[in-house]
């Protein structure tokens, strides 16, 4: 099946530092990239859709200059939470859709755990 | 809008019974239905999807969900469950756009 990778599976560092995570679709082209936040025990928030080439649409609430996202190529999209704090402590999650139809899943890396001290 | 609700946080079962993972669903068009198991510290993985056809869909692992659209929902199932199947469940739907709506999560603990 479909591979998304997602690097790194875990930071802690110190607030102030600026952080990036990124997000490979392996085996396929990703036209559209997916950034979701999880907290504990709780449902996935998505926090932007990016479009190789494009600019990331935001969802509500969400900082964009905070949370930068790039997708540059067809198999690479990066996330970088800038000046983090430790409310932005989070697990976060990439996805990546090959195909623009609806009926395709999205499939996603294995999460970054992010955790600020 | 679309949205997605389970019911239950949690479900219990022992192993070797059926369970069943309840899910129900609000689009406006017609619906593009998924199920994704997550363990502890990873990502989604998809288990399976409906989009047309057959209202009972076989999936990965010895699950199935059923499509029932008179009663909008899609409640996940195994005849025979697993310890290796605890784990968090995910409910959700799209309704031909971008946007996957998620349901809020049922933890499946499948005990000895």
């Known amino acids: 099946g479909a591979v998304v990778s997602q690097h790194p599976s875990r930071v802690i560092c110190k607030s102030g530092t600026s952080v990036k995570i990124e997000c490979r679709s392996l085996?396929?082209?990703?036209?559209?990239m997916f950034w979701y936040r999880q907290f504990p025990k709780k449902s996935l928030m998505l926090m932007a859709t990016?479009?190789?080439?494009?600019?990331?649409?935001?969802e509500q609430g969400v900082e964009k200059d905070k949370f930068l996202i790039n997708h540059a190529s067809l198999t690479l999209s990066t996330l970088t939470v800038t000046s983090a704090h430790p409310e932005d402590s989070s697990f976060y999650i990439c996805?990546?859709?090959?195909?623009?139809?609806?009926?395709?899943?999205?499939?996603f890396g294995d999460g970054t755990r992010l955790s600020i001290l | 809008a679309q949205s997605v609700a389970q019911p239950e946080d949690q479900v219990n079962v022992a192993e070797g019974n059926p369970l069943t993972v309840k899910c129900t669903y609000s689009?406006?068009?017609?619906?593009?239905l998924f199920w994704y198991v997550q363990y502890p510290n990873r990502g989604l993985q998809f288990l399976l999807k409906?989009?047309?056809?057959?209202?009972l869909v076989k999936g990965s692992y010895g699950f199935e969900a059923e499509f029932n659209k008179s009663q909008t929902s899609f409640h996940l199932k195994k005849p025979s469950a697993l310890v290796s199947d605890s784990a968090l469940y995910f409910c959700a739907v799209r309704d031909g756009g971008n946007m996957l709506t998620f349901g809020g999560g049922t933890r499946l603990m499948v005990k000895p």
């Open positions: 085996d396929f082209q990703a036209t559209t």
């Open positions: 689009v406006s068009g017609n619906p593009y």
């Open positions: 996805s990546a859709r090959g195909d623009s139809s609806s009926n395709q899943p999205q499939h």
């Open positions: 409906y989009i047309t056809g057959d209202n």
């Open positions: 990016s479009n190789e080439g494009s600019k990331a649409t935001y």
